[in-house]
């Protein structure tokens, strides 16, 4: 069955190191997504990629990066990590073709602490 | 800004009784709308869509109501089981906005048995 993971499911890193977190959809999907989830804030839209080589920046785009360079992986890059960067991170995917390319198929997510 | 919001953060009902979830929508120009359910520790799952060319759309015990009106949308779980406790989000797409999607806070949804 297709799929879409997320690792690793847990990470603690120190204030200023660069952490990756790594996304593989084998939905076979165009359009890939990054989100943060924080009490009191929903899901909101780190970056977004609309196929390979395509990258946009999302509302809390700041401190972040994304690199697509196949069809199925869209790796989060934070920089220099912040502890405003604690969060719940989520990928998510979707066709991107009609009505369907809206529904959105979300990864188990990521539990990341900055200390 | 465009903005997606909930009218009730929290709602408790009991088993087998019906629960309604509101969500207010501020962009008259959004034309399409999802329901998502979050159980803890999850990630969001689809439940059912709607366009805004439609005021209903009915599911599996779930039904969603379009009121672009009043820019209202409202969840309907009928029966509702202990599963359905969760976190539903409302979300928009934006009319020209591509694929992004906006979501709402979130409300949480307690059954009791």
């Known amino acids: 069955d297709a799929e879409i993971t997320q690792s690793p499911r847990h990470k603690i890193t120190e204030t200023g190191r660069q952490v990756t977190l790594a996304c593989h959809q084998t939905w076979n999907h165009n359009n890939m997504f990054w989100y943060r989830q924080d009490l009191g804030h929903g899901l909101r839209l780190i970056h977004y990629s609309y196929g390979v080589h395509d990258t946009n920046k999302g509302e809390v785009s700041d401190g972040y990066s994304v690199s697509r360079s196949n069809t199925e992986d869209l790796p989060l890059t934070l920089e220099s990590a912040a502890s405003s960067q604690t969060s719940v991170y989520f990928c998510a995917s979707s066709a991107g073709w009609g009505s369907e390319g809206y529904e959105q198929y979300f990864g188990p997510g990521t539990r990341l602490t900055v200390t | ?113």
């Open chain 2, 1 to 113: 800004g465009e903005s997606v919001g909930l009218h009730l953060p929290t709602l408790s009902v009991q088993e087998g009784d019906n629960s309604i979830i509101n969500c207010a929508y501020s962009n008259s120009a959004s034309d399409y709308f999802i329901w998502y359910k979050q159980e803890s520790g999850k990630g969001p799952q689809f439940i059912i869509d709607i366009r805004s060319n439609m005021d209903k759309r009915q599911g599996q015990r779930v039904t969603v109501l379009l009121n672009k009106t009043v820019k209202h949308l409202s969840l309907q779980i009928a029966a509702t089981q202990p599963g359905d406790s969760a976190v539903y989000f409302c979300a928009e797409n934006l009319e020209g906005g591509g694929f992004k999607t906006i979501f709402g806070a979130g409300t949480r949804l307690f059954v009791k048995a």
